[in-house]
Nanobody, 122 residues
Framework: HVQLVESGGVSVPPGGSMTLSCTPS????????MGWFRQAPGKQREGVAT???????RYAASLSGRFVVSRDNAKMTLFLQMNGLKPEDTAMYYC?????????????????WGQGTQVTVS
C-alpha cells in the first residue's frame, strides 16, 4: 500500500517562511520524479515544483524564485522550502510521485498523491 505523507503546513504572516516535507511508505522514490502541487479554494490544482532523481528541478514561473524543492534520496524524503510567503500562497499543498524520471508540472502525469497539508498566509 503506497502512501505519501506531507507535513509542515502551518499558518504564518506574509513574508514568513516554512518547509514542507513528504515521506513515502510502501514505495521507492529514489528513481522517480516527485513534485509539489497546490490547490486553493475554488481554484484548480496547480504545479508548484518538481524534482527528478538527479536533482534537476523545475518551478512554476509565478513563484519568482521564492520556493526551493529538494530531496533526500537516502531517506526518500521530499522537501519544499518556501520563502517570502504571500497571502496568495494559501492553499492545500500536495506531494506527488510518478513513474519515470522526467520532471513535469502536469498533475495528470503523477501516479501517487498524498492527502495534503494546509498552508495559510495571513
Amino acid at each position: 500500500h503506497v502512501q505519501l505523507v506531507e507535513s509542515g503546513g502551518v499558518s504564518v504572516p506574509p513574508g514568513g517562511s516554512m518547509t514542507l516535507s513528504c515521506t513515502p511508505s510502501g514505495y521507492t522514490t529514489r528513481t522517480n520524479c516527485m513534485g509539489w502541487f497546490r490547490q486553493a479554494p475554488g481554484k484548480q490544482r496547480e504545479g508548484v515544483a518538481t524534482i527528478d532523481p538527479y536533482g534537476i528541478s523545475r518551478y512554476a514561473a509565478s513563484l519568482s524564485g521564492r520556493f526551493v524543492v529538494s530531496r533526500d534520496n537516502a531517506k526518500m524524503t521530499l522537501f519544499l522550502q518556501m520563502n517570502g510567503l504571500k497571502p496568495e500562497d494559501t492553499a492545500m499543498y500536495y506531494c506527488a510521485a510518478r513513474f519515470g524520471i522526467i520532471g513535469t508540472l502536469d498533475s495528470g502525469k503523477y501516479n501517487y498523491w498524498g492527502q495534503g497539508t494546509q498552508v495559510t498566509v495571513s
